[in-house]
C-alpha cells in the first residue's frame, strides 16, 4: 500500500502544473492536493497565511483518518510546516522545496517593509500587478511563456502543462485565462509570514526535509541558516532556481523520495501511520 503524499503549490502555480512531478512519484505514494490556494472565499489571504493553513488542515481533516507526508513547494513548503505546527498527529514528515524560513534581521526587515509597503518593489509582487491575464487561445498562450527568459530552463512538458492546464476558458471563442487571479497571487507574496522563524527555532513537532536550488534568488535573499537549523541534515541541493520542480521534475521527485525514506527512520510508531485523525 502507497503512502500518501499531500502537495501544496507554489504562488501562482496551480497544482495541475506538477503534473509530471506527480507521474514520477506515483509508483512510491498517493498524490493528492488542493488546487489553489486563496481562491476559496471561506479562506481568505490575510497576513501571515492563518486561514490558508486552514485550507490546508480542512483538507487534512476531511480525507484522511492518518497521518500523511506534507511536500511543499514556496508556498506550500510553508503552510505544510505551519500546519505541521498547528497539528503534528496529523502528519508523518514535511519536505519544503525552495521555502528558506525567514527569520532574525530578515524577518524584521521584510515586517517593516509590508507595513510600509516597502517590500513590493524589490520582490515579485510588482511583477505579478503587471502579469497578462488573457490569450487568444492555448498556443498564444504557450508562446507566450516560452518566450520569457524565467521560463527558458522549464522542462518542456511541464511548460505544456502549465500552459494548458494553468489557463482556463474564457467563454469567449478559444481565448484562455490564467486560472490563478493576479490579485490573489499578488496579496500572497505581500503577506509572507514574518514569523515562521521565531516558531521554529526551538525545532519542529515532526521530521523536516529541505531541498535548495543553487541558482534559488529567494534562498539566496533569505539565507539558510534557520533552515539548516531546522532541518539538520535533510538539507539537499538541486541545480537550478527557485522554481526547480518545473525546470528538473525528475531530480526533484529522487530527491523528495530519499527525504522521506530518510525520515520514516526518524519517525515514531505512532506517527508511522497508525494515529487516526479526529
Not at 467563454?171 to 509570514?193: C, K, Q, V
Not at 523536516?208 to 534557520?226: H, N
Amino acid at each position: 500500500m502507497r503512502d500518501i503524499l499531500h502537495f501544496s503549490h507554489a504562488n501562482g502555480f496551480p497544482v495541475s502544473t506538477y503534473r509530471k512531478l506527480f507521474a514520477l512519484l506515483e509508483d512510491d505514494f498517493e498524490i493528492r492536493a488542493v488546487d489553489r490556494y486563496g481562491h476559496d472565499p471561506k479562506f481568505p489571504v490575510t497576513r501571515e497565511w492563518p486561514h490558508l493553513v486552514d485550507e490546508l488542515l480542512a483538507s487534512l481533516e476531511r480525507n484522511y483518518r492518518e497521518p500523511v507526508w506534507l511536500v511543499g513547494h514556496s508556498l506550500g513548503g510553508f503552510l505544510s510546516l505551519m500546519a505541521a505546527l498547528q497539528r503534528p498527529q496529523w502528519v508523518r514528515g514535511v519536505v519544503m522545496l525552495d521555502s528558506p524560513v525567514i527569520a532574525g534581521w530578515r524577518a524584521a526587515l521584510l515586517k517593516a517593509g509590508q507595513r510600509f509597503g516597502l517590500d513590493e518593489r524589490p520582490g515579485p509582487a510588482a511583477v505579478t500587478r503587471r502579469r497578462r491575464t488573457h490569450w487568444p487561445d492555448a498556443e498564444a498562450v504557450w508562446q507566450h511563456f516560452r518566450a520569457k527568459p524565467v521560463f527558458a530552463a522549464w522542462d518542456e512538458e511541464v511548460l505544456r502543462d502549465y500552459a494548458m492546464h494553468g489557463t482556463e476558458p474564457t467563454g469567449n471563442d478559444a481565448e484562455r485565462r490564467l486560472r490563478f487571479e493576479r490579485e490573489i497571487e499578488y496579496r500572497i507574496y505581500r503577506t509572507l509570514p514574518t514569523s515562521l522563524g521565531s516558531r521554529v527555532a526551538r525545532g519542529a513537532p515532526v521530521p523536516v526535509g529541505f531541498v535548495a536550488g543553487t541558482r534559488s534568488r529567494e534562498v539566496r535573499q533569505c539565507g539558510l541558516g534557520a533552515t539548516r537549523k531546522l532541518v539538520g541534515e535533510r538539507l539537499r541541493f538541486i541545480e537550478g532556481g527557485h522554481l526547480y520542480p518545473m525546470e528538473r521534475p525528475g531530480q526533484t521527485a529522487t530527491l523528495i523520495g530519499e527525504l522521506i525514506d530518510a525520515m520514516r527512520t526518524d519517525l515514531p510508531a505512532a506517527r508511522n501511520g497508525s494515529t487516526v485523525i479526529a
